[in-house]
């Protein structure tokens, strides 16, 4: 009894069944895969994954009390191979185990092939656990026994009924204390936990415990408290999991997209990851990726900018660095840089290469004259404009086009008014 009267909030108030989960309906609700799983006793393995404090484990812990399947939980790490033992004994005696297994992504070869035959045959039900993208970081072998579930952060209103749950429950909860918390602080436990339902349960269990206690027994909870006890927000871009890098697309493709509030919404959630080298690194690829021939000076300032930011450090290299977002997201965009190169290394991949022209060859290459090739190039330089109609490409490419420019600024109708015009007098060839 003691070591649930010292168990955190949070974990105290785990689901005891499906029925009293919060959120994730798209696997529990009344067609979601889980739930019918659970009714039909149909359990399979399955690899759960997403953010820290969502509901891997509530919900691997209530298909168990569903269930009423024994229910045992270890850590991928730090558990051992005796101790996956023990289990699979358990369940040789007393027939199937849900084991719910924590950093799964981090499971070794050892452990693995230890596992693998009792998940064949049914014995143990295996619950893994990951924050890390299931598709990339665990081995095929045990993806392909496992139903992959992706589980999202709750939202405002999912933790606010889970504050209010905790508050009122007198047995796992704080129901056995006179508690009055304002609304302004139950707000911000429920917007700053970033939908982490442990930290915003955590956090007001410690704003209860610690509060002061007035002359009639109540212990009153201020915004003042909620600030202390959750003085920062979880940030839903810590910088060596999964979801920077969905922080990192979203922000690339804001400013491809051109909106450039939601470019800078997300250039602050990668601020505050305090990732600055990845930061400066997207953003120079964004200006040649994205804005490219539209506007080819945007690289050079975007450059500038990041030297800037680089110099000053955080937090004042979050001005430069906003500057070149707005900059690159409200400029013309053009990807014909990257399409052009990408469909030219596409052919030399595929061998559409091709003998050089005569004309193009070293002029002092020694054995050309004594076999009797014409060289014949034509020095542009030598002509009007500046350009004469010649071959260039291998003959097998002759008529080959990998630059298609883009209309979406005068500098590239520009450009393609050059192209076209030398189009038209090579064709003539």
Known sequence: MNNVANEPLASRMRPNNIDEIISQQHLVGEKGIIRRMVKTRQLSSMIFYGPPGIGKTSIAKAIAGSTEYKFR???????????????????????????????????????????????????????????????????????????????????????????ERALHDQERGLGKYNVKVDDEAMTYFATQSQGDVRSALNALELAVLSS??????????????????????????????????????????????????????????????GDLPTIVRRLLVISYEDVGLASPGAGQRTLAAIESAERLGFPEARIPLSQAVIELSLSPKSNSAITSI??????????????????????????????????????????EGGFVAQQYLPDKLKNKIYYEPKTTSKSEQQFKSVHDNILAAQKKL
């Open 342 to 383: 990408d469909a030219a290394l596409s052919d030399i991949r595929k061998g559409q290469a091709g003998q050089i022209p005569d004309h193009l060859r070293d002029g002092h290459y020694s054995g050309a004259k004594k076999l009797g090739r014409a060289i014949g190039y034509k020095y542009p330089h030598n002509h």
């Open 212 to 273: 002061d206690v007035s002359k009639d027994d109540l212990r009153h909870i201020t915004l003042q408290d909620a600030e202390d006890c959750l003085q920062r927000g979880a940030f839903l871009s810590d910088k060596d999991g999964d979801m920077h890098y969905d922080v990192m697309s979203a922000f690339q493709k804001s400013i491809r997209g051109s909106d450039v509030n939601a470019a800078l919404h997300y250039l602050a959630r990668l601020i505050e990851a």
């Open 73 to 163: 939980q270890l850590n991928a790490v730090t558990n051992t191979k005796k101790d996956m033992q023990m289990i699979v004994d358990e369940a040789k005696m007393s027939g199937q185990v849900i084991l719910l297994l924590d950093e799964i992504h981090r499971l070794d070869k050892a452990k693995q092939d230890f596992l693998l035959p009792h998940l064949e045959n049914g014995k143990i039900v295996l619950i893994g656990a990951t924050t890390s993208n299931p598709y990339h970081a665990i081995n095929p072998a045990i993806r392909s026994r496992a139903q992959i579930f992706e589980l999202y952060p709750l939202d405002e209103d999912d933790i606010h009924e889970a504050l």
